[in-house]
Structures are given as structure tokens and as C-alpha cells.
């Protein structure tokens, strides 16, 4: 079946090093992908968002990267601090609305 | 402006019981979601809501759950006669809605515990 899943369950990087947290999907007919992030006991924050007509987007200290061939998403997270530690999620959408969700990576930063 | 806001943010309950959950989406926001999210695991979709249209239900596990929106605005979730596999974080969304408009504003959730 369709699925969207994330390479690593837990990354840990130091402070001040910039981040890369990937993201596969399955289904080619996705159209809008969206990174989120959750903080312990909040519910998730958006973060950055990309159509599939494009390849890169950027925001404040994030970039998205989509490759279509293989089916593959990045959030990088640019010079990572301390606030930056959370569960990241790649969604996609497929349907007009609800949002598929992968499992999640763990983001620690230490000092 | 005010975020969406879900009550409560704890819930514990019995095996068996009713329980409601409520949210409030951003004000003016036509699509409501319904999501669950057990522990250490991605969200997962329920049901979801947009303006004065039939629900998609598709994502519901059981017809012991079930949702109402009233006056296009405040959501309710009922889970009738839980179950421990019910215990999770229930996470309600809303967005602006209409083509294109696929943001979606999350709320903080409510931890159901079911003993």
C-alpha cells in the first residue's frame, strides 16, 4: 500500500551543525508535501511546505528538498540549536485533504 | 489571533465508559481533522470535516467512534464504550479549506488514557 515513511527514527547532531532529516514516500500521485514538528506534549507546528512542481523550497534556517524520481523528501535545518530539538514528521497529500504522516524522526541537539 | 484549542488536555477513563472530546478550530476555518496519535507513532487520520459537507468517516477504526460538528465550528469526538487500545493523543486540525488550502493549524491534543 501507499505509505510515507522516514530513514531514521533518531538523529543527534551538535549545536551550531546543520541538520538533515530525510523522508521516502510512495504514492507518485502526492502533490503536496509538509514538514511538521513536535515538541513534547504540544501538537505539531508547521514548518516549511513544497508543491510538487517544485524541487527546493526554503524558509528561516529550514530547506526542503524534493526528488521526485526516487521519491524522497529532506528538511534541512541550518545551523541547529538547542529549540530545535523535537519529533520532525514529513506528511504528503494525495486526496485534497486529509494528510498522510510518517512515523517520525527524533531530532536531539546537544551542546 | 487564537489557535485551535482542544478540551480536555487529560482524560482518564474506565474500560467501558463514553468519553467526549472537544475541539475548537481557528475561527473561520471551513476544514476540521480529527487525527490519533499513539505513542511514538505518526498521526493517524479519522474523519474529516469541510463546511456543510457529508464527512469523510473513512478513517475511523470502529463504529464506536463518531464525530459531530455543529454550526460549522466546534467539533465533538465520541468514543463509546472504550477500549484500552483506545488510549492515544487525540489531535484535532482546521484549515482554511477549499482547493489548494492544505495547511493545517494543529491543536495541543487530549492524552485518553483508558484503564
Known amino acids: 500500500g501507499e505509505s510515507v515513511g522516514l530513514h531514521l527514527p533518531t538523529l543527534s547532531v551538535q549545536e551550531g551543525d546543520n541538520s538533515i532529516i530525510n523522508c521516502a514516500y510512495s504514492n507518485s500521485a502526492s502533490d503536496y508535501f509538509i514538514w511538521y514538528k513536535q515538541e513534547s506534549g504540544k501538537g505539531p507546528q508547521f514548518i516549511i511546505d513544497?508543491?510538487?512542481?517544485?524541487d527546493k523550497r526554503q524558509g528561516q534556517r529550514v530547506t526542503v528538498l524534493l526528488n521526485k524520481t526516487v521519491k524522497h523528501l529532506s528538511l534541512q535545518i541550518a545551523a541547529t540549536q538547542p529549540g530545535d530539538s523535537a519529533v520532525y514528521f514529513c506528511?504528503?497529500?494525495?486526496?485534497?485533504?486529509?494528510?498522510?504522516f510518517g512515523k517520525g524522526t527524533s531530532l536531539l541537539v546537544t551542546p | 489571533g487564537a489557535g485551535v484549542s482542544q478540551s480536555p488536555s487529560n482524560k482518564v477513563t474506565e474500560k467501558g465508559k463514553d468519553v467526549e472530546l472537544r475541539c475548537d478550530p481557528i475561527?473561520?476555518?471551513?476544514?476540521l481533522y480529527w487525527y490519533r496519535q499513539s505513542l511514538g507513532q505518526g498521526l493517524e487520520f479519522l474523519i474529516y470535516?469541510?463546511?456543510?459537507?457529508?464527512?469523510?468517516k473513512s478513517g475511523l477504526p470502529s463504529d464506536r467512534f463518531s464525530a459531530e460538528r455543529t454550526g460549522g465550528s466546534v467539533s465533538t469526538l465520541t468514543i463509546q464504550r472504550t477500549q484500552q487500545e483506545d488510549s492515544a493523543v487525540y489531535l484535532c486540525a482546521s484549515s482554511r479549506g477549499g482547493a489548494g488550502s492544505y495547511e493545517q493549524y494543529f491543536g495541543p491534543g487530549t492524552r485518553l488514557t483508558v484503564t
Open positions: 506528511a504528503e497529500n494525495n486526496s485534497g485533504y486529509a494528510l498522510n
Open positions: 513544497i508543491r510538487s512542481n517544485m
Open positions: 475561527s473561520g476555518h471551513t476544514a
Open positions: 470535516f469541510q463546511g456543510n459537507s457529508a464527512p469523510d
